[in-house]
Structures are given as structure tokens and as C-alpha cells.
């Protein structure tokens, strides 16, 4: 096979933006052509992952019938006969799970070195610093031998904590990286004894592990074997290679583990030999590329250099430059130069890491039904059934709440056993009364007085049942969590009856019931942890997981991430996202090791990634036709193109010649799609002329408005008629929140609480002590929140004696407190009711009305024109409105308020005053009772940065608070 080829070792290499796969096959069919046909079946390959192995079988297979080679993954070295046994590797979540213990002990020693919300983050980093140890071949010792003495104490604590893990970690069976670096060493040295008989190739790899170099450097000295390269740069110079090793940062560069593998086998790069005959589809551009990316201290050949490129225009034809003003239309412009290479026939692939664009641009390609075939899927733990567990695993972790209840019943898993109607009907039901009763946390108690008078007892029960309302916060071992979590996470899957649920179908839910399983086998070597510990370790866990999907993508639409575009081809690749931190990505901290440790323990740098990506880059920009696309700006600033790119654009402005011509050749042409996806957008965006909205004085027929109101929304009609308009006759009222707080509504309602409660107790000596037990005793049953508790006792404590001198100073008893009270009138025909906080009944017979605020009280001249609360109650007692109180002759009104600086607004009343209020009270229900009036809104507020419930409904921003009051007939007389 290799006869005419030189002696090993043999080092051969294909040109960027050459389909691998497929000339790796044509220089195999092209070496064997001759030999009999058992010497095919007798080479093997090596292919550097799945994907290529699958490539290469396809390839093969498209040549016609016949025997094909044995294809095998590097990473299964033991297929080889004679290979030595060796013990199973360790599971890495097993791994994982024991060192997170030792992490766990870490963090409670030196609780100042990370976050507790940090422990499996710093284990996973741990857990792959040990593996890639192993993988290099870095012994223990060398992490022992490190001088930390120039580095901070932080590093040395590390260093420390390491050695320690290590011992640990040493006494066990090694990674799987481990395991299959003490393979590769075993079966070398077995070669070198009794080399095979039979070719041995590998196919596709770098070389960017050490076990994999490892492996390739024995392969390529084997007599019969031999190493193809990818993407292997012909055209940079001797020179450009000799200098390669001496920058700051040699490992970014794309062919440095190039370089590396060539030294390590003693040639120079210029003996890299090409597999196959069949070039690179744009040479030219592979020239430029190439000089574009010469490293940083040869970068002055780019003076000499430059100017000999040829064929620059014919380099540049295919290649198309997007510099999009914002992400959103950089995803539109590639989705629609997507959507024209689907209608012209094309094979099309976007190559970009950044996820967020990707999801982008198939948003986009879906207007247009086009589904690309997305080679990524999506992490487990964002997955129906991943979502769920995660619900399922914060109720074990924290006291649930009504938003925690109400997401995961309206999950789709739950309940998905039986008859799921039923179920969202009594879930929309419970919705509406957690939000009207302003419940924190939903109790039993709660749950089954929901159900009271229903047909929701069994459903109830069913929760009552299975939900855990107060989970136990102390640590327990993992492997009982993951069998409550388990058990739980069925049970509400299932529903009441039971039966077989939709939580472990299709492809999410068989990729979580594997996932589960696994941890259930592993969960003894995770020792104890808390429930909250647990829930983080869940999402951690799911997070390492992915899932796709079955759909019915188009055959010529790919999404790929760069992994996949190193062994796959298309008529045209779409590089995106190009700025730096997202391509090539920042260097992920290392917790554990810096920079100058890891070099001098023999460990991998940061820049090694960098260099990969710069590989890939290499390698897709050298296709026939390439769009290279980024955004100017993302959602927070100014971004900085990638370095790649910089440098590509720099040297062509720096070719005045021809390099500024093609390179604004580049942009015109992805100009050409920006202005269409503006053009798209315009079209969409593109509305009849709506007017703006005036100010709304809406005017239903008589028979529809209010008859009966609270005095508490006198005022509102009188500032804001527009509030009563949609709340009394829309029957519209603003939805509560889902999750309430301790906010100024509930501050009052408590207050109110606490007073009623005092003043309805018998006095005790001390009333400021029975006034603050009273107020700790109603706040722990009304107030669910321990910091809201404290704030409110420390308010309640602020103003209790203001509130306390006010009290004693009182003449007479307390009369009525809360008792709700009505007055008819015939002309207009109208009910005014109300409920006093307190009244007082005074020595002489007369009575004294009270009403709290814990704001600030209305002024007298408020009270005049605006706030009639109390002047209405007063003008109801003594027409004898209140049952409790009958006919009262009225001596004084009060607001007390008992805010941040208690007041207290006090009026006497005279029955001069009263006749004034029932006449304008009178005056003010005829004026909206009268057809012609209109319900304005916002006509009188206190401040004009108010906000109201109504003012989306107003269209308040359409029209200003200067604008006059437009009247607007609304409803239908007939329908009333």
C-alpha cells in the first residue's frame, strides 16, 4: 500500500477545505488499486470520532462493491488483537460525585475560598484537571514538585488541596482517560516488539490530546502506517514554521499541534506529503488565509509577502462579509441567504458555537416552514422531562410557594396518565383563588377548602398526598434523595389514578430515565447532602446531557457546531458570530492551576482551545462559497470582530491594489442581504397609521353604571372617573400577583389587624407590651416572610406609642369596629356603603369615627374636594345606616396616621358640613348618572406620576394630561 511512498515515518495531510472524508476514501481506493481485494478488508482506520467513522463508511461504501477496511474509533485501542486487559475504568459520575464530598469539606473549611453554589462547578473542574492528567501522562509528582512560592497564597492553598485529592483519587481505578492512555502504552510497546502485519491509518485527528499523539506518532513509525492530517496548511514557508514556537502564545495558532507531532516524529513540516491528488477547491484563498494567519512575530512577511499573492479577486469571489448592526439582523440576513440556497438547490450549513444565534436564526427560517437539521439538539435539563425533574427536585429543596405549585401542575408531564382536562380546569380554578386570597404558600388546610362544595375533593387529596408542603432542609444521603425524587416525580406524573405517564417517553424521556438510572447507580458514593445542595446538583447533572429530537428538518438546511463541520461538506458554510468571546470563545478560569502552573506541570494552556478554533476556521473559510457574518453591536455594547477576521480584513486594506477593492467587493455583498432583511423587517413592521388615542371620557348607557359603590371609591370617581368606569362596569380588576410580597397593601391590612385585635382585647397593664405581643402573634400568622416580619415589628414598634396616647386619650368606649353598614337614596337612586375602621362612643352619646392610614393622611383641603370617606360615613351614621350603631348624632372624624411620622387629622362635624357633603355627593352620582357624562380618565390624581391599574386600557402615553376629556358612547342600551 505504501510503495511508493517514503520510509516511515509516513506523515501525510489533506488541504483545508477539502471534503476529509471523502478524499481519504479516493487515496485509499487510489494506494490499493492493483492489490487483491483481501488486502482492503485487511487495513484498518482510525477515525478521531463517530461522525467520521460514518463518513468514511459511507465513502467507502460509494465506491462499489467489495470489501471495505476495518474502521474503528482511536479511542478503542483494546480491539487490537493482543492488547493488554486492563481493569474498567472508573464511571465518571462516580468520580464526580466522591470528589464533590472532598470539595464539600473544602468549602465548609475555608468557606471565604468559593460560593457554596459553586461546589459542583469546582468538582466537574477538578474531576477534568485529574483526567487530563492522566490523558497527558502528568505524574503526581510534578504537581508536588511545583515552586508556588512567586504566587499567592490562593494558589498555594489550591496546590495543596489538590495533592490531597489526588491521593485520594490515586487509591482508586483510574479515569477512563487514564485507562485508555495505559492502553496506548501497553499496545505500543507491544508493536514495537511485533509490529502488525496488516496497514494501520489514522484519520482525521490533530493530535490535540496526548493520548492521541501519542498513539499517532507510534502509528505513523509503524512499517505499515501512516497518519492523515486535516487541514494541513501547504502553503506556509519553512521560515514561518521555524518561527512558529517562539511567540508569547504559540498554541493559538491553527497548525502548531502540527508543528508539534512533526518534531515529535523528527521531520520537518515540508515532508508532510498530501493523501491525494485532488487540491484544495480555492487555492488562492488557502494562500491568503494562510499568510492572514501567520503568528504575531512573523507578521512583518505580511510587507514582503502580501504583495506576491495572486488571484486575489478569484480568492475573495466566494467569500461574502455580513457586519450586521445588531444580532437580530444578523440572524435575519443569514436565515434568508439560507432561505435562497433551499430554493436554488444548494447544500447549506451554519457554523457558529454561539447557541443564542443559532436559535435565532431557525426562529426566523420558521416563517418560511424551514427546519434545519440542527446536529446540536438541546441540553437535557431544558427538555419537557428535564424541566419537570427540576421542578420536582426545588420542592424537595424549599418551602413551596404558590408560583413553585402552579408550575409545575400546568407542566405538561403532570397528570399526563390520565385525563388532562379535569385537571388544568381545577388548576385554572386554584390559580384564580391563590391570587385572589394573596396565599404565599398554599397549605392542605388552604387546599382542601378549595375543594370544599366541589367536585375537586379526589384531586385535592391526590396533592395533599404527594406534595411535600414543609420538606425536611437536613442533609441526607443521596442515594435516599434520589429515590424521593424519583418517587415523587412519578407520583405526579402519573395523577391520582396512577398508570403509566409521558414522563419517561419519546427521545427526552428515555434520555432522562438513562440519566436517572445512572445516578441511582452511583448516588452510594455521593454521601449526604442538603435538599437545596441536591437541587443544584440535579440541574448540574441534566446540564450534561443532550437530547434531539426527532423532526422533519430539510436535507439540505445544517446547523453545525464546529465539531461537526470538521468532517462534513456543503455547497456553502456560513461562518457566524464572529467576535471575539464567542469565536474563537474565552479560555474557560481554571479554579485549581493558573496559567504558569499548568505550563510548568506539562499541563494543556488555555490557548490550546483557541488554537483549535482557529483550525476549524481554517478549515470552513477554505470552502467554494462562505459567508463570514458577525454583529456590530450586542444587547450591551460595542463588540470587537474576531481575531481571525481582524486579520484578514487588515491585510487585504493593507493590499491597496487589489485586497481594499475585493475586501469592499465582501461587503457589498453582505450589504446585499442586510438590506433585505431590513426590507423584511419594514414589511412586517409595517402598520396602517393608527392616530394617537385621546383621552378617553367613555360614556355607557345609564342602565349599566354603577348603583352601588363604597365610600372608598368616592374618591377614585372623583379623581380618576375612568377607574370606576372599567371596574364597575367592565367588571375588570387588576389580577394579584402570583407571588405576593410584603408590600404597602399588606402593611396596612396587617396594621388594621393588629389594632382590631388590641382593641377588642381586655387592657392588661402594660399596653404597650400586649400591643407589641399582639402585633408579633398576627404578623406570624399573616406575614410568611421572617425579614418582612421584622420590618413590620420594627414600623408597628415606631408608631405604637403615638398610637397608644391616641387610644387612652379617648373619651367613652369603642363602639363598632369593622361592621359593614348601607344608605339608600331615591333621588338619585343609589346605595352608598361602608365599613368604618373604628367608632368611638363618646360620654355625651355622640360618636367619634376613626380610620387608620399608615401613609400619610388627606389635609383638610383634600378632605374638602377629594377624600369624603369619612364625611360619608359620618353623613350614613346619622341617618342611621349602620345597624350596629343607629340613629348617631356624629361629634368628629379622624384620620390617624401612623406612618413613618405619625399625624393625626381631626375635623368636627356640624350639621352645616353634612348638608354641604349629602348636596355634593348628591350633585356628583347625578352628574355620572346623566347620559351625557362621560367617565374621564385620570381627571383629578394626586400626582401626575401616578401610575393606575387602567392606564394601559386608557392608552395613557398616547394621550398627555393637558389634553381635554374626549366623551365616547360605548355599549348598547338594548344589551344591558
Avoid at 44 to 63: C, G, H, I, K
Avoid at 178 to 197: F, H, K, T, V
Avoid at 699 to 708: D, I, K, L, N
Amino acid at each position: 500500500m505504501f510503495a511508493q511512498d517514503p520510509a516511515p515515518p509516513r506523515l501525510f495531510a489533506l488541504p483545508p477545505g477539502v471534503d476529509f472524508p471523502q478524499a481519504f476514501a479516493q487515496g485509499c481506493a487510489a494506494r490499493l488499486a492493483g492489490l487483491p481485494p483481501e488486502v482492503r478488508a485487511r487495513v484498518t482506520v482510525l477515525a478521531n470520532s463517530a461522525r467520521m467513522r460514518t463518513r468514511l463508511r459511507a465513502e467507502f461504501a460509494a465506491q462499489g462493491p467489495g470489501l471495505q477496511p476495518r474502521i474503528r474509533l482511536i479511542t478503542d485501542p483494546l480491539l487490537f488483537e493482543g492488547a493488554a486487559a486492563l481493569p474498567t475504568a472508573i464511571s465518571p459520575l462516580r468520580r464526580r460525585l466522591e470528589l464533590a464530598q472532598l470539595v464539600d469539606r473544602l468549602l465548609r473549611a475555608a468557606p471565604d475560598l468559593a460560593p457554596r453554589s459553586a461546589l459542583f462547578d469546582l468538582s466537574d473542574s477538578l474531576a477534568r484537571l485529574f483526567a487530563e492528567m492522566q490523558a497527558e501522562g502528568v505524574p503526581p509528582e510534578r504537581l508536588r514538585d511545583l515552586d508556588v512560592s512567586r504566587h499567592s497564597g490562593h494558589w498555594a492553598r489550591a496546590l495543596a488541596f489538590i495533592t490531597l485529592a489526588e491521593q485520594v483519587v490515586h487509591a482508586d481505578a483510574p479515569d477512563a482517560e487514564g485507562r485508555l492512555r495505559a492502553q496506548a502504552e501497553a499496545l505500543i510497546a507491544r508493536w514495537q516488539d511485533s509490529p502488525p502485519q496488516d496497514p494501520i491509518l489514522i484519520a482525521g485527528s490533530t493530535g490535540s490530546r496526548g493520548t492521541t499523539a501519542l498513539l499517532m506518532q507510534a502509528v505513523a513509525r509503524l512499517p505499515l502506517g501512516a497518519v492523515v492530517l486535516p487541514g494541513f496548511d501547504f502553503d506556509m514557508p519553512a521560515e514561518t514554521w521555524a518561527a512558529l514556537p517562539d511567540g508569547a502564545a504559540p498554541e493559538d495558532h491553527p497548525q502548531f499541534r502540527f508543528l508539534r507531532l512533526c518534531q515529535a516524529l523528527d521531520i520537518a513540516p515540508g515532508q508532510v506529503r498530501p493523501w491525494a491528488e485532488d487540491g484544495a477547491p480555492e487555492p488562492a484563498r488557502n494562500a491568503l488565509i494562510s499568510l492572514a494567519l501567520r503568528p504575531a512575530p512573523v507578521t512583518d512577511q505580511w510587507m514582503q509577502d502580501g504583495p506576491r499573492l495572486r488571484d486575489l479577486d478569484r480568492a475573495c469571489a466566494g467569500m461574502t462579509l455580513i457586519e450586521a448592526p445588531s444580532p437580530r439582523l444578523e440572524a435575519q440576513a443569514i436565515a434568508l441567504r439560507l432561505r435562497h440556497a433551499a430554493e436554488a438547490g444548494q447544500s447549506a450549513a451554519l457554523i457558529t458555537p454561539d447557541r443564542d444565534l443559532t436559535r435565532r436564526v431557525t426562529a426566523v427560517l420558521d416563517q418560511w416552514r424551514i427546519t434545519p437539521d440542527d446536529s446540536a439538539g438541546r441540553p437535557l435539563a431544558l427538555s419537557a422531562p428535564g424541566r419537570f425533574l427540576r421542578h420536582v427536585a426545588g420542592l424537595m429543596a424549599q418551602r413551596m410557594d404558590g408560583q413553585a405549585l402552579l408550575t409545575l401542575l400546568k407542566h405538561p408531564l403532570t397528570h399526563s396518565a390520565g385525563e388532562r382536562g379535569p385537571h388544568l380546569l381545577h388548576t385554572r380554578d386554584l390559580e384564580l383563588r391563590i391570587r385572589r386570597k394573596g396565599v404565599a404558600y398554599p397549605e392542605p388546610d388552604f387546599l382542601r377548602d378549595f375543594a370544599q362544595n366541589s367536585d375537586r375533593g379526589d384531586w385535592i387529596e391526590w396533592l395533599c398526598a404527594t406534595l411535600p408542603f414543609t420538606p425536611d432542609p437536613d442533609p441526607r444521603p443521596l442515594s435516599e434523595l434520589v429515590t424521593a425524587h424519583l418517587a415523587l416525580s412519578e407520583a405526579l406524573a402519573a395523577g391520582p389514578d396512577g398508570g403509566e405517564s409521558e414522563l419517561w417517553q419519546a427521545a427526552a424521556g428515555a434520555k432522562a430515565l438513562a440519566a436517572v438510572r445512572a445516578l441511582a447507580r452511583e448516588a452510594e458514593h455521593g454521601g449526604a447532602l442538603s435538599p437545596r445542595d441536591y437541587e443544584a446538583f440535579v440541574t448540574s447533572y441534566l446540564q450534561g446531557f443532550e437530547v434531539r429530537e426527532p423532526v422533519s428538518a430539510h436535507p439540505g438546511i445544517m446547523i453545525w457546531g464546529t465539531l461537526e463541520a470538521r468532517v462534513q461538506g456543503a455547497d456553502l458554510v456560513i461562518l457566524a458570530g464572529l467576535n471575539e468571546g464567542v469565536w474563537p470563545k474565552s479560555p474557560d478560569p481554571d479554579p485549581w492551576l493558573n496559567r504558569r502552573m499548568r505550563a510548568d506541570a506539562g499541563l494543556l494552556l488555555p490557548e490550546r482551545q483557541i488554537g483549535l478554533s482557529a483550525h476549524d476556521f481554517q478549515q470552513a473559510i477554505a470552502a467554494r462559497e462562505v459567508v463570514l457574518s458577525r454583529a456590530v453591536r450586542d444587547a450591551e455594547a460595542q463588540t470587537v470582530p474576531s481575531r481571525w477576521l481582524n486579520r484578514l480584513t487588515n491585510l487585504l486594506n493593507g493590499l491597496p491594489d487589489q485586497g481594499a477593492g475585493a475586501l469592499q467587493d465582501m461587503r457589498v455583498r453582505g450589504k446585499h442581504w442586510l438590506a433585505m432583511a431590513e426590507a423584511f423587517d419594514a414589511h412586517f413592521n409595517h402598520l396602517p397609521v393608527d392616530p394617537p388615542a385621546a383621552r378617553p371620557a367613555p360614556a355607557p348607557p345609564v342602565a349599566a353604571r354603577p348603583r352601588e359603590l363604597p365610600v372608598t371609591a368616592i374618591s377614585r370617581l372623583i379623581r380618576d372617573p375612568y377607574e370606576i368606569y372599567a371596574k364597575y362596569v367592565l367588571g375588570l380588576r387588576k389580577l394579584n400577583s402570583l407571588h405576593p410580597s410584603p408590600d404597602a397593601l399588606l402593611r396596612g391590612t396587617v396594621l388594621h389587624k393588629v389594632l382590631e385585635v388590641f382593641t377588642k382585647a381586655a387592657p392588661e397593664p402594660d399596653p404597650l407590651a400586649q400591643l407589641m405581643q399582639i402585633g408579633a402573634e398576627v404578623l406570624q400568622n399573616e406575614v410568611p416572610w421572617p425579614a418582612a416580619r421584622a420590618l413590620f415589628q420594627a414600623r408597628l414598634a415606631r408608631s405604637a406609642q403615638a398610637f397608644l396616647q391616641f387610644h387612652l386619650d379617648q373619651p367613652g368606649r369603642v363602639l363598632m369596629l369593622e361592621k359593614r353598614g348601607a344608605m339608600n337614596f331615591r333621588d338619585p337612586a343609589f346605595t352608598l356603603i361602608a365599613k368604618p375602621d373604628r367608632v368611638d362612643e363618646w360620654p355625651d352619646g355622640r360618636v367619634h369615627i376613626i380610620d387608620y392610614k399608615t401613609g400619610t393622611p388627606p389635609t383638610k383641603a383634600q378632605q374638602q374636594h377629594f377624600d369624603k370617606q369619612l364625611l360619608l360615613q359620618a353623613m350614613m351614621a346619622e341617618e342611621a345606616a349602620f345597624e350596629a350603631l343607629g340613629l348617631r348624632e356624629v361629634a368628629r372624624i379622624t384620620y390617624l396616621g401612623l406612618g413613618a411620622k405619625p399625624k393625626i387629622e381631626a375635623t368636627e362635624i356640624t350639621p352645616a358640613l353634612l348638608a354641604e357633603t349629602r348636596d355634593q355627593f348628591e350633585r356628583l352620582i347625578r352628574a355620572y348618572l346623566s347620559p351625557d357624562r362621560g367617565f374621564a380618565a385620570r381627571r383629578y390624581l394626586l400626582k401626575e406620576q401616578e401610575v393606575s391599574d387602567y392606564d394601559h386600557l386608557s392608552r395613557f402615553g398616547e394621550w398627555v394630561m393637558q389634553d381635554e376629556p374626549v366623551t365616547l358612547p360605548v355599549g348598547d342600551a338594548d344589551a344591558v
